[in-house]
C-alpha cells in the first residue's frame, strides 16, 4: 500500500527521494508526489500513475534540495488522480505532508474546518489532517507542538512525514498503526515506511513505536510520544543485502523469489534444525515455553496467502500434537467475539507484520488476555513487536506483489513449531528424527522442481487463454489447490477456484467441460486413491486434468492429460513442494498473458487498511 520516502542530508533529496519510491513501488499504488524545497519555498510535483509518470515532470527541471518528503499512494478516500496524490499542502502552501493509513474522524474534522473558512482541493482524510494541522498552528506558531496536537485529536491509523515553510530546517514524522523506519546515515537521514527504501543508504535504523514522533535536522533526530513523553529507541542493524530487492537478472521478481526457495527454506531452518535430537530449537519461544507445554489449544489468524499457510499449520500441530487447532481469517476474528479459553495459545501468521485486520485480531486476543505469538517476516514490523514472542520465517524482503517464498518460509516455520510441540507432548524421538531429517532434504528437493519449469512453461502455454481453472487437493493439498488458485487469480486475472477434491460433486462439478482445466494435486499419500476417482469424474465429463503427482507414480499418466511429478516427502511437509509448480504455473500463464506480475492491478503487498 502506500509508501513514505523522506531525506535530510547532503546529497541531492531529490534523487535519494525518486530512487526510495522506486524501491517502493513494490508495495502496490497508483499515484506518486514528491515535495522539497527551491528558492526557499516548498515545491509538490504529484503524478497519478507509475513513479516513471513523475519522473517524467520533475527530470528536465533540475530539481535540488537538501531536504524532502515523498510518496506513493494507494486510494482510499477518492479516486486515484493528480489532485488525491500525496504530498498534500495546508491553503497557503506552508506544510506539506504525506501519509499513510486512514483519518477516521477525517469528516467530523473537515466539517469543523469548514466552518472555520478553510476549503479544499481533495476528495483525501490526508489533506483534513495537513489542513487542521496547519489550523493548530495558527493558533501555537509551533510546528512540533503543532504536528503532535492534531495527531493527538486524531483517530485511526497514519504514518505521516511532514516538511513547512516555518521550520524549513526540519522533517516531522510520526506513526500509529503504520510503519516507519528513521535510517541513520553518515551526515544524512532517511526516513521510509520500509527499510528497501533505506539499505542503499545505510543499514542502521530505528523503527519507531506506535504514538511516536521524530524530529529530523541536519544536527540529527529527537524523539518523543504524542503524548508528550520522552522515548529512548535502540538502533538495529538491517540484515539482508541490497541484492535482495533487486531483480539480479530475472525479469520479474517473483520468478526470482519462488527460484530463491530453497536458499529460504535453508535460511529458516538455520540453527533450528536438530536432527539429532529429532527436534527444532525456537529461541524466540523459549520465554513462553510454559505457556506451550500447557495450552489446550491453538486458534490460527491471518489473511489471505497467510491463512492458507495456517490451514496447513492446522494439519500439521493436530498431527503431531494432538492439539485442537482452529483457523480464522483475521477480518472475522476479530468482530466476532471469539471465545478465547485461559489456556489458549493465538498464532497470528502474517508475511509483512502490518495487515490490519491481523494487528486487529491480535489487539482482540490480547485484550481477552490470551497469549499471543507470532510468525512473521518483516523484522521490526508492528505484529513482531506486539506479540509476546514469536518465530521470525526469515524469508527476506519480498518485493513481488504476490506471496511465495513467503508462503514456503511460514510452512518450514510451522514444521519446526510442530515438531517443537510434538516432542514436548508425544511425538518419540525416533519420529521427531525422521521428520527432521525429511525438513533438511526440502531445499534439495525444491531444486529439482526448479529445474523442471520448462515443463510447466510448456503446460502454461497451452492453458493461458482458458478463462477459469479449478484446483482441487485434498489433506496436507487441500490449502495448496486454494494458494494456487489465489496465485492464478492475482497475477494472471483469470478465474480459478480452489476445493477439497471431494467436494467437487457437490457443486463445482456442474462447471466442468471440455473448457475447464481441472490441476489436481495427486501426490501419493493415503487418500491418493481417492483422488484418482475424482480424476476420472472430471474425465468423464470432458474436463482437462493437470495432475502435480509424486515422482515415480507410473499411474498418474493414465488418469491426467499433463503431469508435473515433484519428489516424494513426509505427506505433512508436501505442501512445501507441491506449491511451487502451482507458483510457476502461475507466473509463466500471467506472462503469457502479458500481466504486470510483480504489481497486478488492484493489490497492495501489505494491506494496512481494513
Ligand atoms: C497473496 C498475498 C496476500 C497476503 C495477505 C496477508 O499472494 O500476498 O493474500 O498473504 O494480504 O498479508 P500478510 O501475510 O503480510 O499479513
Redesign the pocket.
Known sequence: MCGIVGYIGNQNAVNVLMNGLNRLEYRGYDSAGISIFENDSIKTFKKVGKVEALKGIIEDRNLSSKIGIAHTRWATHGEPSDINAHPHSDSFNNISLVHNGIIENYSTLKQKLIELGYTFKSQTDSEVLTIFISYIYSQVKDLEEAVRLALSEVEGTFGIAIISNYEPDKIIAARRGSPMVLGIGDDELILASDTSAIIQYTRQVIYLADNEMVVLDANGYSTKTIGNETTTNVIHQIEYDLGRIEKSGYDHFMLKEINEQPQTITDAFRGRLLIDEGNSRLGGLSIIEEKLRNAKRIIIT??????HSALVGEYMIEHLCHIPVEVEYASEFRYRNPIILPDDLIIA???????AD?LAAIQEAKQKNATVIGIV?VVGST?SRETEAGVYIHAGPEIG????K??TSQLAVLALFSLYMGRMRRVPIIEGQRIAKELSLLPEKINQILENADNIKDIAHKFYKSKNFLYLGRGYNFPVALEGA??LK?ISYIHAEGYPAAEMKHGPIALIDKDMPVVFIATKDEIYEKMLSNIEEVRARKGTVIAIATEGDSQISKFADHVIYIPETLPMLIPILSVVPLQLLAYYMAVELGRDVDQPRN?A???TVE
Not at 302 to 307: Q, V
Not at 349 to 355: K, N, V
Open positions: 491471518a489473511c489471505g496467502t497467510s491463512w501468521i502474517s508475511q509483512s507484520g502490518e495487515t491481523t517476516n505484529i506483489v504476490a506471496s511465495t513467503a508462503f489465489l496465485k492475482e493489490l503487498k501489505s494491506v
